[in-house]
Structures are given as C-alpha cells and as structure tokens.
C-alpha cells in the first residue's frame, strides 16, 4: 500500500477495503498487518538508516531532523503502513469518537473551520490558513494526502510539524489507541493520524484548526468535530463505489459536515447539488453564504506569477490582491477562503477584516503540486506538476493552462490509478497537450504504461503517444519533445495523481511543505 495514495485537492485516490457494499470490519489487534513502535535500538531502525544513507535514492533528512530521529519517523510510518488502509470507510464514528474521548476530547478546544468537496479543498484550506495566521490567530491545518511525506498533514502555524514531533505524537496517543483496537476494533491509519492532528492542536494550543475531511463527510474521521464553519468547495462525481453513482448522493454524504448551527460557506454548484446543500442547512438551522450571492470573485486579471483579484467578502469587497497561484478555479478557492475566514471570526460589513492583511495572506499562498513551476530557465522548457486525478481536476488544468499560459508546445508526462475514469481525464487534457509520454508512479494502483498507452493512443492518436515505464525518464523525453521546437514558450505538465505530483517534486529537489 502506497503511504500517500489518496486524493488531489479531494477525496482520497485510495480505493476502499472492504466488501461489495464498501465497509467492512476491521481485523482483530495482532493479526496480519499490525504492529509495535520499534524500539530505537530495533533492526528496523538499523535497515531504515542502512537505507537513507545507502540506498540509490536516499529519502532526503529534513534541515530540523537528526538521522536517528527521521529514521525513527520513518519506522513509525511504516508501522501506521500496517494498520488497515487510511481509507477504510465503515458507516461509524464509534471507534474515532472512543480513542478523542480517552484523549480527552482534544477536538473540542479551539474553533474548527471543516472543508469537504471534490476538487479544491487543500488549496482552499491553506488559505484559509494564511489568513487566519495573518489576522493574528496561532493556527492548525489538518489535510489530506500528502504529496511526499506524512509530516506534511498537520501543520502547526503554516508549517508541517517536524520527524521529530510526529514520533511524539503517535507514541502519545498509541495507548488510547491500542485500548481502542482491543476493545472495538482496529483504528485504520487515517483514524490514528486525525487523532494525532487533534492532539497537536491542543497540545500547541491553537487559537483555530481547519480541518480536510479525508473521504466524504458525514462518516469522515474528522466529522467528529464540529465545524463552527463547514466549506463545501465544488462537488463532482468521483469515488462512485463508496460514495454512491450520482452527484446528488456524493453531495448528500458531503453534507454531513454542515452542523447544527454552523456557518455553510458554499462554493457554487450544480443547481440541485446546491438546493440539497441549502436544504441541509435549513435541517440543521445553519447559516448560508453561497458564492455568486454574498460572496464570489469580482475580477480577475492574469499577472506575472498568478493573478490579481478584486474578491467580494463577507465584510465587504477587497482589491487588488496578488495571488501567486494559477487558474480561475484558484481565484474561486480564494473567495471562498476568504468568507470562511470572515466566519470563523464573525468579520462583516460593520467589522471587516483588515484589507491590508488579506491581501499579505494571499501574497504569502502556496499550494505545492497545483499547478507547480518546478523548472523555469531561459532557453528551457517550463516544468510543471500538478496533481489532478479526475476528469474535473483535468479540466480545471487544462483551462488554467489555456487561460493563463501562451505555450507553442506543451507536452504532458501522465501516470495514473487504475481505477480512475482515466479516458475522461485523457478526454479532457488532449486538446491542451501537443504529445504525451505515458508512464507509472510508485503506487501498487498504479495503471501499467502499455495499458495506459493504448488508452491514451484511442484519445490523442497513437502518433501523439509514447510509452515509458519509469517516471524519471518519461520526464527526460517529454523535456526533450517539447524542446524539439526551441526552447521558447515550450512546456512539460507532470500529472494524474496525487503520487505522480509528489513524485515529480521530489525528483526535481522540491521539499515537502
């Protein structure tokens, strides 16, 4: 199982384990695939070192970790590895209601901002994030998956804790853990993970933590806080086998996250999504902001490096904010940050938030893996990495690229899932991509790159198609195709899951972030 195969700026990629009906029970503590923190002295330790310093392509030590103690993040990693999978969805919050709840409800101190959708939470949570963190506010941000390493999903002030910390966290909360593994069942590793987040948070102790549900919503690990303010971004159709066949199911377990009395900031929505999002709110007495009515974008301009932005808040309407992130759908995931921000905080017309600070926010944003610049020299094709992995993040990528961009050749590396609508994600970049080199990530999902090849030769036409099966070179050629014409205004887009992205950062020597 790949340790960060989940989803983009959405639900997890990861398939669910279970039978026909999606959920299933998890297995008894001690069987197969579960295990101990090792000691530091263990031979895993010793084999996690041998590996970092030895291996032909070392897992790089962060700046703020010791050897021994990256090594021993690493050995707690792969013992979470043997847990059941992080997306592992049963119809119940028992099991993560009991281990918060030995944890001394952790969850409970500090106001929560919860995003759930298809597309664009985490880009949207982190601005979130920067506002509130500009505003004065000591912040946490929980979010899901990670794009190269696990440390990456709970942030502390805008930045992921340390190895170090990470190993604190978890040998804090295993005996509540494992008291909950023998008394109800198995905690899979995203329920271990968002009770570690939830314990940092208060641990901190942070004035606000936004949250990114990891699948769906309502049986969501983390829909056991409740948001004093529930985002729902842009739904689509995505994880049809667990999340029903049709957007009005997805959306109805999505809504899950609206609670009693909370605020729904509602990004803009097909018609019936948005009256079943509305009807939520009006079961549960919630307040509604829906974009295009008291809030949205009301002008964007392409820049240099992003775009500039007028947005309608909650408080009123704040110009001239520069974005340094690419696409429409950005521009949208900041105004939708913006009001939940506003919120959280009760800001409005008679008490806005400060403009000055919302436009240093969004100046500060970085969503790695969007739409990344990864190479940018003259003479040389611009590389880019994106993590779109469903037929509406690609074509979100596709009309960014076309939007914001003025390439004479563009050329695409993709590496898919199996189980993913994989024709509709090629249907959608092939009017946008000259050529593509097929290939595969690390994921065991991972579809085969002869497989994928002759797909993509029934989309672009097999002339416009190569096949090769390591990521690596499959960016060399694509690198050089794109260069064939000269080196100006040519580009190569790296994507088609969340591993690819990840992946792509590391073999250009990007850190995690």
């Known amino acids: 199982m790949s340790p960060r195969e989940d989803g983009y700026d959405d639900d997890y990629e990861e398939g669910l384990v279970g039978p026909d009906d999606g959920f299933s029970e998890a297995p008894e503590p001690g069987a197969e695939g579960t295990g101990e923190l090792p000691d530091p002295e263990d031979a895993l330790i010793a084999r996690v070192l041998d590996q970092i310093r030895g291996a032909e392509t070392p897992d790089v030590v962060p700046a703020q970790s010791t050897v021994a103690g990256f090594a021993e993040f690493l050995a707690v990693d792969a013992v979470l590895d043997q847990r059941w999978p992080e997306t592992v969805m049963e119809p119940s919050l028992e099991k993560m209601r009991a281990v918060v709840e030995l944890l001394g409800d952790p969850h409970r101190g500090y106001p929560v901002v919860h995003l759930t959708g298809t597309n664009g939470k985490t880009s949207t949570a982190r601005m979130i994030d920067a506002i509130l963190s500009e505003i004065g ?10 794009l190269q390493r696990t440390t990456e999903r709970i942030n502390i002030d805008n930045r992921p804790i340390t190895a170090e910390r990470f190993v604190e966290l978890y040998r804090d909360v295993l005996p509540y853990v494992e008291l909950v593994d023998q008394r109800i069942g198995l905690l899979s590793k995203f329920e271990v993970l968002t009770a570690m987040g939830f314990a940092a948070f208060a641990d901190a102790p942070v004035e606000a933590a936004v949250l990114e549900v990891g699948l769906g919503g309502s049986w969501d690990a983390t829909n056991v806080a409740d948001g004093d303010v529930a985002v729902i971004t842009p739904i689509g159709i995505d994880h049809v086998k667990f999340l029903g066949a049709d957007v009005l ?26 009256e079943l999002l509305v009807e939520r709110c009006v079961e549960v007495d919630a307040q509604v902001a829906r974009e295009g009515a008291e809030f949205g974008v ?5 820049a240099v490096g992003g775009q500039r932005l007028s947005l309608q808040g909650l408080g009123g309407q704040v110009d001239d904010i520069f ?14 940050a913006l009001a939940a921000a506003e919120a959280l905080v009760g800001a409005g017309p008679q008490q806005p938030i400060d403009p000055d600070a919302i436009r240093a ?23 880019f990495a994106d993590a779109a992995h469903n ?5 979100a990528l596709a009309g960014a690229l076309t939007s914001d961009f003025r390439f004479e050749r563009l050329v695409g590396v993709l590496a898919v899932l199996g189980d993913k ?14 050529e593509v080199v097929v290939t595969t990530n690390s994921s065991p999902r991972a579809m085969d790159p002869d497989e994928l090849g002759a797909l993509a030769s029934e989309v672009f036409g097999a002339q416009r198609v190569s096949v090769e099966t390591e990521l690596a070179r499959a960016v060399e050629q694509a690198v050089e195709l794109a260069e064939e014409s000269g080196g100006s205004g040519v580009g190569v887009v790296i994507t088609g899951s969340v591993v690819t992205a990840g992946e792509a950062r590391t073999l250009y020597g990007k850190e995690p972030s």
């Open 391 to 395: 037929p509406a993040g690609a074509r």
């Open 361 to 383: 926010a969004f100046a500060s944003v970085r969503s790695p893996g969007r739409l990344e610049r990864l190479v940018s020299e003259p003479g040389r094709a611009s590389v």
């Open 421 to 434: 609508d994989v024709r509709g994600i090629l249907t959608e970049l092939e009017p946008v991509l000259q």
């Open 137 to 146: 506010l000591r912040t946490g941000r929980y979010t899901s998956p990670q």
């Open 249 to 274: 199911s997805i959306a109805r377990e999505k809504s899950g996250i609206i609670k009693p009395g909370a605020v729904a900031v509602l990004a803009a929505q097909d018609t019936k999504v948005a």
């Open 298 to 302: 009301r002008e964007r301009e392409i």
């Open 323 to 336: 974005l340094p992130l690419h696409g429409e759908y950005q521009a949208s995931n900041a105004a939708l």
